[in-house]
């Protein structure tokens, strides 16, 4: 082998000229007369491969990040899974967890382009609890706990501060959400991102006794629609919200209109809310029939799927309580407010549907829970779908309006 790799080196040399030493950093290298290297040589001047990291990737910092999140990763566990990381998977225990009979759900989801805002102005420590809150709210809609999650983090060049705040926060969001970080991948892909930026994905698996599926099939007409209250815009419509601050010229650092205390950046970087604790036990009691995660479609979209043929929802804009972030959107943007409704949550970040007699006891245990709840609107007998509607003034619109979509 050393012979043929000699050999290998003197016919390259013969192809090259005469050849000299260059040093550049430290490193030696053989170079062509035009000073062109082809051959790096070590400090003693035998010849020397090329290591992964000459070609972009530091498996030492991913070491070191592993080592910087396993803490994160144990403040997750739960029973069932103890959050220990660094095997080929992540087990976890269901009869530890105490179920008999369930069936599994998964979900998966990312934070899209509000990690484009996080990137620019350097607020990573909230992104994560939007990757969990993003598949962990489409378990509970199904009434499944979730029970563990795993994060896919993938970027050009791994900046290791970057990563431990967007870990630390995604161990945030599973601690809200009640679920054990139990594994993840960090992909350093040379080329693959511009510098600085990064991507997400999280994949969380729940769990639900057979008897406890929610599955909308006895929503009725007369039920009732009760909205809980988003935290801002969450993680949807960030590409038109992208849109709107480049056309419009804003500073992210200047206050956010009609909110003291908080920027702009600050309002639109604000995580998702996690609704599971405060549904979980509801849901196990069986006193919610319905649950629509309000995401992207707004909530002319998400309500249709969770009903059956022959049910469908009328939605009175004026009850839903508009955060001064959406008021601004919709202006700078000149958005219809038919197209506020099928793009943002709009203020409403879960719709729970309910039996009226049911209507004053779930609504006062999300209040103990701490949600904001408000009433707003019914299911009506008629094609499966979604009218959502508003008197003049209503979203800023000078007459009244409304919206529909079938599903």
Not at 58 to 85: C, Y
Request: charged letters at 20%; aromatic letters at 6%; proline letters at 4%.
């Amino acid at each position: 082998m050393a012979t043929t790799a000699w050999k290998s080196k003197r016919d390259v040399a013969s192809s090259h000229g005469p050849l000299a030493l260059s040093e550049v950093e430290g490193l030696l290298f053989l170079c062509n007369r035009e000073g062109r290297a082809f051959d790096k040589l070590r400090p003693n001047g035998l010849g020397m491969g090329l290591t992964y990291k000459d070609a972009g990737v530091s498996i030492d910092a991913g070491n070191a990040l592993v080592r910087a999140i396993g803490p994160l990763a144990r403040s997750t566990a739960r029973p069932g899974a103890e959050a220990e990381l660094g095997g080929f998977g992540g087990f976890f225990d269901l009869k530890a967890a105490g179920y008999s009979d369930p069936l599994l759900v998964a979900a998966n989801d990312g934070v899209g382009t509000k990690l484009k805002l996080a990137i620019e102005t350097g607020r990573h420590d909230g992104v994560g609890i939007d990757l969990v809150a993003m598949c962990a709210n489409d378990l509970i809609v199904q009434g499944a706990e979730p029970l563990f999650f795993l994060d896919y983090y993938a970027t050009g060049k791994l900046d290791g501060e970057v990563a431990s705040s967007v870990v630390a926060s995604i161990a945030e969001g599973c601690r809200r959400a009640g679920c054990a970080l139990i594994g993840g991948e960090t992909a350093e892909m040379p080329g693959m991102y511009a510098p600085g930026d990064y991507d997400l994905a999280g994949f969380c698996v729940g769990a639900v006794d057979r008897d406890k599926v929610l599955t909308g099939a006895n929503i009725a007409s007369g039920d009732v629609i009760v909205g809980l209250g988003s935290s801002g815009v969450h993680s949807n419509g960030f590409s038109l919200v992208r849109r709107i601050i480049a056309q419009e010229g804003w500073d992210l650092s200047e206050p956010l209109p009609g909110e003291s205390g908080r920027s702009l950046g600050e309002a639109l970087l604000e995580p998702t809310r996690i609704y599971v604790r405060a549904l979980l036990p509801l849901v196990q009691e069986g006193r919610i029939k319905g649950l629509a995660h309000i995401t992207g479609g707004g909530l002319i979209e998400n309500i249709p799927r969770v009903l059956p043929d022959s049910c469908h929802a009328i939605i009175d804009a004026g009850r839903c309580q508009l955060p001064a972030i959406f008021s601004m959107l919709q202006a700078g943007g000149k958005i219809a407010p038919e197209e506020m409704a099928r793009t943002f949550n709009c203020g409403v970040g879960m719709a729970v549907i309910l039996a009226p007699e049911q209507a004053d006891g779930v609504a006062a245990a999300l209040k103990g829970a701490g949600e904001t709840v408000f009433e707003i609107g019914r299911i009506e007998q008629g094609p499966r779908g979604c009218t959502v509607h508003g008197q003049a003034g209503t979203w800023n619109s000078a007459k009244d309006w409304f919206a529909t979509h079938h599903a």
